[in-house]
Structures are given as C-alpha cells and as structure tokens.
C-alpha cells in the first residue's frame, strides 16, 4: 500500500516534533524550572566568603525564597510573593552584579538564626541577589517569569 507523499511528509514533521518535546509556549511548570536553574547558576557566592551554603528558590505557589547559612550555623532568610513584585533592576556587567527584585511596599520578610546579636525578623523593599553570568537576554527572560508568576494571582 502507497501512502501520498504529503501524508508521509506531514507524518514525519508531526513524529519529530513530538521526538524532540516540541511545545507551543511555555507552562507553569517550565517557567519554574527556568527561574530556579538561572537564579542558582547565576548567584555569585564568592561576594561572601564566610557564607557556607546558599538556597534560593521560586516554589509552586509564587514565593521567591533565599536563605543564607554562615559559620557556627546563623542563617538570614529572605521570601517574598511575587503577587508583590513590583519591578527588578540589575547593576552589573555581563561578568558580575546585583539582581534587585523590588516589591511596592514592606513585602519582603527578613529574618535572621543563630545570630550572636540574637535573632531579628523585619521587612524591606528590595532583595538584592548578587549574580555572576548575567547575559540581558537572562534578564529579559527573569522579568518575563517574574511578570508572568505575578499576573498568575491577579
């Protein structure tokens, strides 16, 4: 039996977009994925050097996390909605610079661990994230997620 050349053609494209995960835009899911992977290879731990470990996270339900643990075990911890974001600015150079995520009002929780001044929860503004290999497309695609995960709770 002889297929038309065009059944055979459209097979084929059909076959290898769905070979190579072909998808029309990106989801909730692949957003997530791309914020979390930027933001861990981008932060630039060498700005600290008695910072031991360092999380940072944008979670399912649209929460920007980062917490920091130093010697003898204090931590600072850092989290915001992005239902708050209000706008982000970078200063810097493609090598190294500040990431400034930015809410509207005092959004962002500050608390601090173990801290032999004892422990201090506040809030701020801006979370200043310091970056190494910011290309301005990461940036573009950064504030796109950030806008996007915004609008999501609006």
Known sequence: MKFPKILVAVLAILLSA?????KPAFDDQDWLAYVNRSLTQSYDQSTDLKLKKVEISLTPDYF????????????EYYSFNLHQFNDMDYLGNTTAGILSLK??????IVQTYNDRNGDIDSMTTALDIPVKNMEPERLDSLREAFNYFKAKGL
Do not use: E, H, P
């Not at 920091?68 to 204090?74: L, S």
């Not at 809410?103 to 962002?108: F, K, P």
């Open 18 to 22: 769905s070979f190579f995960g072909f």
């Open 64 to 75: 920007v996390r980062l917490r920091k643990t130093y010697a003898k075990n204090m931590q």
């Open 103 to 108: 809410t509207m009002a005092d959004d962002i």
